[in-house]
């Protein structure tokens, strides 16, 4: 149609801008609303991003029950998740983070908040993506070493030389982060509820 004055040009575009959100967020919209994929908020990322606090503050703004996998695995264990990585080994910790994983399928609708390497094995991202909407909290590498050693309890920056720890595990878990994602918030700069807003506002776009 060919604009016949200003203001039905200007319509047009207002109509164009619409047009091209609705097909932005279709994708979206199907895999969290549509399919029989869960509907879940699931949080992974890097550790020190603030999947844990961040989860809290989902679960106190939409009254879902939040669910933490370290937090379920050190229950199973009884004992905390450096004490399972001395005790047990990795492989073991992996393996209880599949079986959690495997557990929450029976839940209701809630937040789930995840470790830092739950993404290192396929069947766990097949596990995510059953449960719900995943959500990619990530930091810089500057914010996430700040974080991480004002506690320095994970286990697998216990080396001679976390820092470079923490930039080689970052480069390695990258692309799983991206790859498993819907969509992604960068929490360097934000707060905790700044965050939490970020994603209630971004899935409230796309439930339109």
């Given at each position: 149609?060919?604009?016949t004055s200003a203001d039905d040009f200007a319509s047009g575009i207002r109509?164009?801008?619409?047009?091209?959100?609705i097909f932005a967020s279709w994708k979206l919209a199907l895999l969290f609303f549509v399919t029989d994929r869960g509907k879940s908020i699931v949080l992974i990322g890097f550790m020190g991003v603030g999947k844990s606090s961040i989860g809290c503050c989902l679960?106190?703004?939409?009254?879902?029950?939040?669910?933490?996998t370290d937090e379920?695995?050190?229950?199973d264990f009884g004992m905390p998740i450096a004490g399972i990585f001395a005790k047990h080994g990795?492989?073991?910790?992996?393996?209880?983070?599949t079986e959690a994983l495997r557990s929450l399928r029976r839940k209701s609708k809630s937040v789930v908040v995840t470790g830092g390497g739950i993404v290192l094995r396929p069947e766990n991202i097949e596990l995510l993506k059953e449960l719900g909407l995943i959500v990619h909290l990530d930091a810089d590498e500057e914010t996430v070493f700040r974080r991480?050693?004002?506690?320095?309890t994970r286990p697998l920056i216990q080396t001679a030389n976390p820092r470079l720890t923490v930039k080689?595990?970052?480069?390695?878990?990258?692309?799983?982060?991206?790859?498993?994602?819907?969509?992604?918030?960068?929490t360097s700069d934000l707060s905790e509820q700044e965050v939490a807003t970020k994603?209630?506002?971004?899935?409230?776009v796309w439930r339109r």
């Open positions: 149609m060919i604009a109509r164009l801008s619409i047009t091209s959100r679960a106190e703004r939409t009254g879902l029950p939040r669910f933490d379920m695995i050190a229950k990795e492989g073991a910790f992996r393996d209880a983070e991480l050693m004002r506690k320095r080689r595990l970052l480069a390695e878990r990258a692309a799983l982060y991206h790859a498993a994602a819907d969509m992604a918030v960068f994603i209630l506002q971004k899935m409230e």
